[in-house]
């Protein structure tokens, strides 16, 4: 049974909890890119803390076992 000090009434649909601000937020960065996987990789600072996933290059030799 609920107490009348623990029932709240439901948020604002405007307002959004710290923790879900960072979700939305990582949720909008890009996480492809359309650079080639050729060579390595970059090591910068920025490419370490957000890496994006590289594109495959095309082959045509490519061939599935059945």
Do not use: Y
């Amino acid at each position: 049974m609920l107490r009348s000090g623990e029932w709240h009434p439901p948020r604002p649909i405007g307002s959004v909890p710290p923790f879900e601000g960072r979700c939305l937020a990582v949720k909008r960065k890009p996480f492809l890119d359309q650079q080639p996987i050729n060579g390595d990789p970059p090591r910068t600072w920025s490419n370490f803390r957000h890496s994006l996933l590289r594109q495959l290059p095309p082959c045509s030799g490519f061939g599935w076992k059945e």
